[in-house]
């Protein structure tokens, strides 16, 4: 018995018969499998009486709900698409502020448990906040392809019409008052003053809220700074008020900060030193950085944490070092944004470094030079304590530690405007601050500034004793001679100097012309200058003069 056909498919034979009658068949069962639009079949018709009967059976066809036709069907799809596309737009627009940071990146405030926080546009958090926040309030679920389509037209407005406001990371300085940012889930700040330190509940500041950052402890009051020094194992007292001048300085953004070097043999509790700090100032996730394996991982490093510590650091190559100086100072830096363009990232910030290792991880002049040195010693046995102890004991005292840090900083500030250094080193803004911070601390005056510029003397040292002529030129000077020649006459000089030392003159950084001498005694210069030794260049004839001699000689 032949099966009855239902009466869609009885209406459709009917169209058939009919487009077959007009020897159009194919021209009908391509249209109805959506493989051709309607006026590009209907334009391909000559015979216009066959052309109006033919657009009449479509057009019959289409009220019958007979066929599909793909790209109609797109179109009304994206009809619907760009509706609810507008509809998110418009809902995010009404309950948020868009606008972009120094670096020219979108950004969005919203509102959350009765206090603003931002966001990147481009963050799987603001993703999950549109989320959440449709279905809290319309009972909605979004499409992941809506919302990317949404998130475009939201950061062209961000970009092109939102206004400009600078973003902080952990610390901020506006209009002379310095902030510090608790990172908490209401969005505390701490407010530093000379007049003292309070936590306010909406800071007029904005910062950067990166996935690896903790919240910090609630400051306390009545602790003592000092007490940090019962979890750092610190034997020689003088590197004391340069540890806390280092320390207490980061809550003031707008001036370079020495790089903490501290270096000492196995057991001396390196680690542990810098992960304390890292603690105290910028909690996070990742206490301590490895150096990762490109540029571009190291600058995205620097630009998400205020105190950038890097563990276990053997040596520095030439680009490291140099990233590190400038991210010291403040200068810019570029990144590509993808690999499929050719346009770049721009950062730019300032950030506090610190390295730990066995030794230290370079002995570059213009690197030492924006350091300070700590030498720790190996841990006694009677000293050492598990892990897990000492931590609990250090966040049982924590908040007292944070809030006499505090103390300390707003007293500097006071104390500040009456320091006068004499004769300044490089970083002279962090010595002056690191001068009123040690006499905030209770520490006698200039007993700081002394010690700095001791600890320069010992990087100076450092630089000149890694160094093969720095080593030879030394001795050479021991006995305060005084030294006029050429180039030429001073590396025959050191040669005999180096033989007698049995220094390997062989050997690859040793100087094997004139010329690369004076360009090494160039890059020693600030470093023999500031142990005393005068290096004076002069010009007589056709002979250029060396002269090499200690002031008092």
């Known amino acids: 018995m032949k099966k009855e ?28 499998l959506g493989n051709r639009r309607r006026e590009d079949l209907l334009s391909t018709i000559e015979n216009e009486e066959l052309k109006s009967k033919f657009a009449e059976l479509l057009d019959d066809a289409k009220k019958q709900g007979l066929y599909v036709n793909i790209e109609e069907k797109a179109e009304e799809d994206w009809n619907r698409k760009k509706t609810k596309v507008h509809e998110i737009t418009q809902t995010i627009l009404e309950n948020a502020e868009l606008f972009h940071d120094q670096n020219g990146d979108a950004y969005i405030r919203v ?12 963050s799987n958090k603001f993703m999950n906040w549109v989320s959440k926040f449709f279905w809290d309030n319309k009972n909605e679920t979004l499409s992941g392809e809506q919302t990317k389509i949404a998130i475009n037209i939201l950061e062209a407005h961000a970009i092109f019409d939102g206004e400009q406001k600078e973003l902080y990371n952990r610390v901020a ?9 608790l990172n908490d889930k209401t969005g505390r700040a701490v407010k530093l ?21 903790k919240a910090q402890v609630e400051p306390l009051r009545s602790g003592s700074v000092h ?5 750092l194992h610190i034997e020689d007292e003088k590197y004391k008020p340069l540890v806390l001048a280092t320390l207490i300085s980061t809550l003031n953004p707008s001036i370079p900060h020495p790089i903490l070097l501290v270096f000492g043999p196995q057991g001396s509790a390196k680690t542990t030193f810098l992960k304390l700090l890292k603690s105290l100032i910028d909690p996070s996730a990742l206490e301590i950085l490895s150096f990762p394996k490109d540029q571009s991982g190291l600058i995205q490093q620097l630009a998400h944490h205020w105190l ?3 563990d276990n650091i053997t040596r520095l190559n030439q680009q490291q070092s140099d990233t590190l100086c400038r991210t010291v100072t403040g200068e810019g830096f570029t990144k590509r944004k993808l690999y499929t363009d050719d346009e770049d990232k721009i950062y730019h910030f300032r950030r506090c470094i610190g390295l730990n290792g066995i030794n230290v991880a370079t002995q570059k002049p213009d690197f030492l030079d924006r350091s300070i040195l700590i030498e720790l010693k190996r841990l006694p046995k009677n000293k050492r304590k598990k892990e897990q102890e000492l931590m609990e004991y250090f966040n049982s005292k924590k908040p007292y530690l944070l809030g006499a840090i505090f103390d300390v900083f707003c007293k500097a500030m006071q104390i500040r405007k009456e320091i006068s250094i004499t004769e300044l080193p490089r970083m002279a803004d962090f010595a002056e601050w690191g001068e009123a911070i040690s006499i905030a601390a209770g520490y006698n005056k200039n007993e700081f500034i002394n010690n700095y510029f001791e600890n320069i003397d010992s990087q100076n040292l450092e630089s000149l004793e890694n160094s093969l002529v720095g080593q030879v030129l030394l001795e050479f000077l021991s006995d305060g001679r005084e030294w006029i020649g050429t180039a030429t006459e001073l590396l025959n000089e050191l040669q005999d100097q180096a033989d007698n030392m049995k220094v390997n003159s062989k050997a690859k950084n040793w100087p094997k012309t004139p010329q690369n001498l004076v360009r090494q005694l160039n890059e020693l210069e600030v470093n023999l200058k500031d142990l005393g030794i005068v290096f004076e260049k002069t010009r007589t004839g056709n002979k250029r003069i060396i002269t090499l001699c200690y002031p008092e000689v």
């Open 5 to 32: 056909l239902s009466p869609k498919k009885q209406m459709l034979e009917a169209f058939k018969e009919r487009a077959m009658n007009l020897g159009l068949f194919e021209e009908f069962k391509s249209f109805h």
């Open 111 to 122: 509102e959350i448990n009765n206090h603003k926080t931002s966001f990147p546009l481009r």
């Open 173 to 181: 300085e506006f209009n002379g008052v310095f902030w510090y940012d």
């Open 193 to 213: 003053t000379e007049m003292g330190w309070e936590i306010i509940e909406n800071p007029p500041i904005l910062f950067y809220r990166y996935s690896h950052q």
């Open 227 to 231: 007490d940090l020094f019962d979890f």
């Open 308 to 310: 950038t510590y890097f």
